[in-house]
């Protein structure tokens, strides 16, 4: 079992930049993938940006590309997801999940454990 706390949401303007933490408890971190996902009103969750156990791969979906960075800290447990130049299109509510599987790249249904989400909303 793995819990996960996400942190580091809020509110801001385009153009700008935010930090998403997930802490990590009740397992070994390092024997799982993490990813962060989003749902934005209405739509379906979709992935955003993946990490490999190792933090060796990494994975982003075409929309994030160049502009979120997706890393860990295996020592303190958390993972990271840097946003830069936000567009009102990244407005959602963002997931950070683990899977025990192998590399599973952006594929959401192999993500066995969920956060609570965080709030993530930029204004135009």
């Known amino acids: 079992q793995v819990q996960l706390v996400e942190s580091g949401g809020g509110l801001v303007q385009s153009g700008g930049s935010l930090r998403l933490s997930c802490a990590a408890s009740?397992?070994?971190?390092?024997?799982?993938?993490m990813g962060w996902f989003r749902q934005a009103a209405g739509k379906e969750r979709e992935s955003v940006a993946t990490i490999t156990r190792s933090g060796s791969r990494t994975f982003y979906a075409d929309s994030v590309k160049g502009r979120f960075t997706i890393s860990r800290d295996n020592a303190k447990n958390t993972v990271f997801l840097q946003m830069n130049s936000l567009k009102p299109e990244d407005t959602a509510v963002y997931y950070c999940a683990a899977t025990s599987a192998g590399v599973v790249g952006l594929s959401t249904g192999r993500y066995t454990y969920w956060g609570q989400g965080t709030q993530v909303t930029v204004a135009s």
């Open positions: 009740g397992s070994i971190f390092s024997n799982y993938g």
